[in-house]
Nanobody, 122 residues
C-alpha cells in the first residue's frame, strides 16, 4: 500500500514556473514507476509524464515536452514535477500516481494522490 500526497500547487502567471511535490509513504517507494497526470475543468484525466524507479528513464506528453521535467529522490520518498514556461492551458488539478510496473510508457497506475490545483493566469 502506498499513500501519495501532492503539494506545491497555486496561482502563477503565464511564463512562470512551479514545482510540485508528491510525498509517498511506504518503504517500497523506490520500486515504483511514478507518474503525473492532470485534469482540466470539464475534461478527462490526461497523462503528463512518468519516471522510472531509478530516475534513469522518463516519458512525457507532447504538450509538456521541453517545459516540464520529472525527478525523484528515493531517499526522501518524493517525486517532483518541475513546470516551466507555464501556459493558461496548463491549468488543471495535478495528480501523482504509482505503478508497480517497470515501464514508463503505458504503465498501469494503482495508487493515486488527491491532487493539487495549478492555475495559470494570462
Amino acid at each position: 500500500q502506498v499513500q501519495l500526497v501532492e503539494s506545491g500547487g497555486g496561482l502563477v502567471q503565464a511564463g512562470g514556473s512551479l514545482r510540485l511535490s508528491c510525498a509517498a509513504s511506504g518503504r517500497t517507494f523506490s520500486s515504483y514507476v511514478m507518474g503525473w497526470f492532470r485534469q482540466a475543468p470539464g475534461k478527462g484525466r490526461r497523462f503528463v509524464g512518468a519516471i522510472s524507479w531509478s530516475g534513469g528513464s522518463t516519458n512525457y506528453a507532447d504538450s509538456v515536452k521541453g517545459r516540464f521535467t520529472i525527478s525523484r529522490d528515493n531517499a526522501k520518498n518524493t517525486v517532483y514535477l518541475h513546470m516551466n514556461s507555464l501556459k493558461p492551458e496548463d491549468t488543471a488539478v495535478y495528480y501523482c500516481a504509482a505503478s508497480i510496473g517497470t515501464e514508463v510508457v503505458g504503465a498501469a497506475y494503482r495508487y493515486w494522490g488527491q491532487g493539487t490545483q495549478v492555475t495559470v493566469s494570462s
